[in-house]
């Protein structure tokens, strides 16, 4: 199913390309009202797995590159193959299972003015591992004439490897023959030599600059599969009432609304919010939530994690767990931010540990949102 609309970029289809609509995906669709209306943009992610000072620091990214007057309207993160997805299959994420990933891709989304002409803009890409060594790169990339939207992409494997013993799969049998360490053949022996490749356990940190300023920073972590999945146990734990307030932006939680959606979303006089949805017709439920805040003044990563949840008989069970990675820049107030639950890719509910569900099925269902490790917002809304 196709979330997002991207028109393909000129030159490698790995590096950019163009949006041509708000995406409701992992993707935020992002509002600031200021002036006379309200002025949508495209709004993306930027890791936060650390807390984030609501005051801005002389090192904080500016959110903004001037040779193109861009605005950076987030960065994100997912895993993959040297070749990215495609945007729409693309599964973001802030934590990876360490010896599990391949590819680490970031992913850069901005909004400008149409340049009127082929312009390029150089990105350094600074990766920083747990141990604090630094992994460096330099992009250059070319918006079209026309683009007032585009996102941007590179990749890095930065993993160890080490030699272990693994059985090996030819000892005992007579028709194989192996050759040992000066050259003659004979029996094979019960254990091979191989090579493991894992990505080191911790936080990692990425760091683009253009034009020697630091514009975006982002976070995402390597774990194992067993402790991600006991983090998010606990979590599923907790009935605690949400706080209705995010720390970072000064913001205070207005609303949390829900409506039916197809592929991409409605323009806002369109959607059609409720808490009731058809069994038959429905498609995709987005969550909205509204807030309510002044112009931080710089720019402002906010993450959101969304927890889905089934009612049943006993208990609440968890059926799909979703990061939103989203930003604010510095002279916005007032954003609502949004992102979507549906059955068009296994990733997300078997992030959440669930294996039964695989449509839309009647019943009553919870949605949590978590910013900076609290509950920020909870909301409800029945299948019929």
């Known amino acids: 199913m196709k979330w997002c609309g991207f028109a393909k970029a000129a030159g490698p289809q790995r590096c950019g390309g163009r949006l041509k609509a708000p995406p409701i995906t992992a993707v935020t669709d992002a509002a600031r009202r200021k002036g006379r209306g309200l002025v949508l943009a495209p709004l993306c992610t930027i890791l936060l797995l650390a807390y984030l000072s609501p005051g801005a620091q002389a090192e904080d990214p500016t959110g903004y590159i001037p040779s193109i007057r861009a605005t ?66 330099t992009r250059v990339f070319t918006l079209e004439s026309d683009w007032t939207f585009s996102y941007w992409s590179s990749s890095a494997r930065l993993v160890g490897s080490k030699t272990v013993e693994i059985p090996s799969p030819f000892a ?32 990692y940190q990425v760091d683009l600059l253009v034009e020697k300023r630091r514009v975006a920073t982002g976070r995402f972590g390597m774990m194992a599969k067993d402790d991600i999945y006991a983090e998010l146990r606990t979590r599923s734990l907790d009935r605690s009432s949400p706080s209705h307030y ?29 808490s009731h949805f058809s069994e038959t017709t429905t498609r995709n439920i987005v969550w909205e939530i509204d807030l309510k805040h002044g112009a931080p003044g710089h720019w402002v990563p906010v993450t959101f994690e969304a927890l889905l949840y089934l009612a049943e008989s006993s208990r609440d069970r968890l059926i799909q767990r979703k990061v939103l990675q989203s930003a604010v820049p510095g002279d916005w107030s007032d954003t609502y931010h949004m992102d979507h639950f549906g059955w068009y890719n296994p990733y997300y509910w078997g992030r959440a540990g669930s294996a039964a569900l695989r449509s839309w099925q009647a019943g009553a269902f919870r949605v949590d949102l978590y910013l900076e490790g609290k509950k920020v917002a909870s909301g409800s809304f029945q299948i019929h």
């Not at 360490?181 to 029996?187: D, I, L, S, Y």
């Not at 205070?252 to 059609?272: I, T, Y």
């Open 246 to 274: 995010i720390a970072s932006l000064k913001a205070k939680v207005d609303s949390l609304r829900f409506f039916e959606s197809g592929a991409e979303a409605p323009p806002p006089e369109q959607r059609r919010y409720s």
């Open 172 to 203: 005992g049998d007579r028709y194989f023959r192996c050759r040992d360490r000066v050259g003659n053949w004979g029996p094979c022996p019960p254990a091979m030599k191989g090579v493991i490749e894992d990505w080191q356990i911790g936080s």
């Open 72 to 137: 950076v309207t987030g960065l994100r993160f997912f895993e993959g193959a040297f070749d990215p997805a495609p945007p729409a299959k693309r599964n973001y994420d802030d934590l990876f299972f360490y010896n599990a990933a391949r590819y680490i891709h970031w992913e850069m989304n901005l909004v400008h003015p149409a340049p009127g002409h082929r312009t390029s803009f150089t990105v350094e890409e600074e990766w920083v591992r747990p141990q604090g060594a630094v992994f460096g790169n």
